[in-house]
């Protein structure tokens, strides 16, 4: 039982180019999240999918775009990235309307 | 103003201290209180929770709600180097999917 994986673990863009940063769970999970965490700014919530074939926006969505592939699987796609989008991504996932949010490791990202 | 502010700390404190963190928020309409912990270059993992308010003690990791006054606290008894980590707070309402979280406590315990 591996939890919540992300890949990459880490990643170096130019500004500009695009990539898609994978998650998978595999404790059958309803709900998934993408998160980003900077410093002094916590964590904050891009994306999550409460289903299979549901995506909805969250706090910081502009400049992303996510698929919820099937229940094990959600992506993160930055089209056109920009140095603003230098952080750590987190990916969580949970049962619905759950306590509790189950994180992956995170994916380190810089854009220069 | 954030819904939900945390001090980030840096916070030192000798092992064997008693350590208290606290968050305040200004939606009355949280009712899920969470704290999670966060070892450097890991993902965050749930360390408590709670949806009343009063006190919830768990070995020695204690979290304390208080919804008058929006403040929420989590005391650690009899610290240990291994409570070296990041900790978070983390609300929501009934009913609502998502996480509100604060910016994270930096927490180092000296041997």
């Known amino acids: 039982n591996a939890g919540v994986t992300q890949t990459p673990k880490f990643q170096v863009l130019k500004t500009g180019q695009s990539m898609t940063l994978q998650c998978a769970q595999d404790m059958n999970h309803n709900s998934m999240y993408w998160y980003r965490q900077d410093p002094g700014m916590g964590l904050r919530l891009i994306y999550y999918?409460?289903?299979?074939?549901?995506?909805d926006k969250g706090e910081v969505p502009n400049g992303y775009n996510v698929s919820r592939l099937n229940k094990r699987e959600f992506s993160l796609r930055l089209e056109s990235a920009a140095p603003s989008q230098t952080s750590v991504y987190f990916c969580?996932?949970?049962?619905?309307?759950?306590?509790?949010?189950?994180f992956g490791p995170g994916t380190r990202l810089t854009v220069l | 103003q954030k819904e939900v502010e945390q001090d980030p700390g840096p916070l030192s404190v000798p092992e064997g201290a008693i350590v208290s963190l606290n968050c305040t928020y200004s939606?009355?309409?949280?009712?899920?209180f969470m704290w999670y912990r966060q070892y450097s270059r890991k993902g965050p993992e749930l360390l408590m929770y709670t949806y009343s308010s009063g006190n919830k003690e768990d070995g020695r990791f204690t979290a304390q709600v208080d919804k008058s006054s929006k403040y929420i606290s989590l005391f650690i008894r009899d610290s240990q180097p291994s409570d070296s980590a990041t900790y978070l707070c983390a609300m929501k309402v009934f009913g609502n999917e998502k996480l509100t979280f604060g910016t994270g406590t930096r927490l180092t315990i000296i041997p």
């Open positions: 999918s409460a289903s299979e074939g549901t995506t």
């Open positions: 939606n009355s309409a949280f009712q899920y």
């Open positions: 969580a996932s949970s049962e619905v309307f759950a306590d509790t949010q189950y």
